[in-house]
């Protein structure tokens, strides 16, 4: 198994910043694409960012130049620096990772329970 935990959501007011954590542990051999996706009230979950195992990232407009996704492949830990949050920014974030169990497994997605981020106006 798998597990996926989230952690650095809160209440911030516009303008300001925040980090999100992720920690993947469990049967892990390698991590492929680690991603954020959030998931607004009565809205449907989109892709904040993603990162490869290589360090390519890709990034939502929306949140370009503002937000920074980053991994730590040593620790199975992936990362998001917010800056310049805005109300519009008020959701619950999801980490997504792409996990090989084992060798010549194929890859498995997992997802964590997710962390709120609310930005006051």
């Known amino acids: 198994q798998v597990q996926v935990v989230e952690s650095g959501g809160g209440l911030v007011q516009a303008g300001g910043s925040l980090r999100l954590s992720c920690a993947a542990s469990?049967?892990?051999?390698?991590?492929?694409?680690m991603g954020w996706y959030r998931q607004a009230p009565g809205k449907q979950r989109e892709l904040v960012a993603q990162i490869t195992g290589g360090g390519t990232t890709n990034y939502a407009d929306s949140v370009k130049g503002r937000f920074t996704i980053s991994r730590d492949n040593a620790k199975n830990t992936l990362y998001l620096q917010m800056n310049s949050l805005e109300p519009e920014d008020t959701a619950v974030y999801y980490c997504n990772v792409v996990v090989y169990r084992a060798v010549g497994a194929p890859p498995n997605d997992y997802w964590g329970q997710g962390t709120l981020v609310t930005v006051s106006a």
């Open positions: 469990g049967s892990i051999f390698a991590i492929n694409v």
